[in-house]
Every structure is written in structure tokens, then in C-alpha cells.
């Protein structure tokens, strides 16, 4: 019962390149969530939505963009992929914003290698 | 902002031993603190969670405590297991925000 689904488990690219990373959930979820993750850094929030069309930079959104066109769905593109780009990536979705505790349902990740 | 701390980085137990990963927020509106684990090569998924209005809560062999006072609260693991190791994440948000702030991430390590 995957609820939070992303597209490439493993990408290996080259510097420079523009990358997609997929991410959708079936939940009805209206926030979601890309993540990066990196040893000893812990989460750090690259963007995230509240709703469609709507999009928020998070704490590191430089080199990186986001498209939300649909509920369900909602990239995170790399213009021109660098290496430092390489990491682990992360999509999340929560319910709502109203709601007193948001859990974050995450996606099982997606390695990017740059090249 | 939020700033959450995590520590220690790194736990190492042996099987039956207690573990104990502490963290501290700076925003007093702050009142969710969910931790997550991550197993080896998993997804994040939450554990335990605990609002401001409650001082400690317990499910099993794990619990976690809050002091508001002190900005502090803690994840308690009794009688760890082979299968506890992973890493932890402690996080924060505060009401009218969903967006949790995370700490970096406590591995955990039990031995057999």
C-alpha cells in the first residue's frame, strides 16, 4: 500500500544535464514536500507546495525548481545538474495546513549520482 | 526560525540496553514533536509523536518526554533490539505551520 510513490529509485546523470525527479501520492494529501538529504546534514527542505500551482522555497532552493500542476504530483527539476547535486532526495506529502500535527508520509527516496 | 539540535550524532548500544537521544528547539510556539526512524536503505516514517500539552508519552518499549520549559524532549528506547538500529530524526513545528523543522539525525547502533 505505497502511498507516496517516486519515480527513480537511482539516476546517474551528467554535469549539466536537466533532471526530472517524479513524485505522487494518492492520498489527497495538499502539502508536499522535496527533501535533500545528505550524511550528517540531516532533512533539508528544498521547496514545498500547499497547493496546486502553488510553490515555496524552503531552506536550500538554489540550483533547483518545482512544478505542481496537479495535486497528486509534484516535481523537482534540476536545471543543469551539478555535482554537488548528488544526494539522496526525498519527497514527502501531509495533509493539510489547518490541521494541529502534520505527519509527513515520505516517498522511498531517489539517488541522484552526477557525474 | 525554528532551530532544532540533535544529539548525540552517533549511539552505540549493546542489545538490551537503554537509548536516549535528546533535542532541543529555540521557538517556544513550537508544540509538535514527532521523531522519525530510518531504517538502512526505508523510507522515514514516523514513531512517536507528542504535543506541548503532554509532558511524556509512551507506546511499548519506547518513549518520549517533553520539557517546555527548558525547549528540550527526548526519545527513550528500553530493551533495544538488533532491529532499533536505524536513524532517528527529531522535529518541531509550531501550530498554523506544517512544516516540521528537523534535527540531523541521531544513528543509531545496537549490538548483538
Known amino acids: 500500500d505505497v502511498k507516496v510513490t517516486q519515480s527513480s529509485r537511482y539516476l546517474v546523470k551528467r554535469t549539466g544535464e536537466k533532471v526530472f525527479l517524479e513524485c505522487v501520492q494518492d492520498?489527497?494529501?495538499?502539502?508536499m514536500f522535496w527533501y535533500r538529504q545528505d550524511p550528517g546534514l540531516g532533512l533539508r527542505l528544498i521547496y514545498f507546495s500547499y497547493d496546486v500551482k502553488m510553490k515555496e522555497k524552503g531552506d536550500i532552493p538554489e540550483g533547483y525548481s518545482v512544478s505542481r500542476e496537479k495535486k497528486e504530483r509534484f516535481s523537482l527539476i534540476l536545471e543543469s545538474a551539478s555535482t554537488n547535486q548528488t544526494s539522496m532526495y526525498l519527497c514527502?506529502?501531509?495533509?493539510?495546513?489547518?490541521?494541529?500535527?502534520?505527519?509527513?508520509?515520505f516517498g522511498a527516496g531517489s539517488r541522484l549520482t552526477v557525474l | 526560525g525554528e532551530n532544532v539540535e540533535q544529539h548525540p550524532s552517533t549511539l552505540s548500544v549493546q542489545e538490551g540496553d537503554s537509548a536516549v537521544i535528546k533535542c532541543t528547539y529555540s521557538?517556544?510556539?513550537?508544540?509538535?514533536f514527532p521523531w522519525y526512524k530510518q531504517e538502512l536503505g526505508k523510507r522515514p516514517q514516523l514513531i512517536i509523536d507528542?504535543?506541548?500539552?503532554?509532558g511524556e508519552k509512551k507506546d511499548q518499549r519506547i518513549a518520549v518526554t517533553l520539557n517546555k520549559t527548558a525547549k528540550h524532549f527526548s526519545l527513550h528506547i528500553t530493551e533495544t533490539q538488533p532491529e532499533d538500529s536505524a536513524v532517528y530524526f527529531c522535529a518541531a513545528s509550531k501550530g498554523g505551520s506544517y512544516i516540521p523543522t528537523f534535527g540531523r539525525g541521531t544513528s543509531l547502533i545496537v549490538h548483538p
Open positions: 492520498m489527497d494529501h495538499e502539502n
Open positions: 514527502a506529502s501531509s495533509l493539510d495546513r489547518h490541521s494541529g500535527a502534520n505527519v509527513l508520509t
Open positions: 507528542i504535543r506541548s500539552n503532554v
Open positions: 521557538d517556544s510556539a513550537s508544540n509538535y
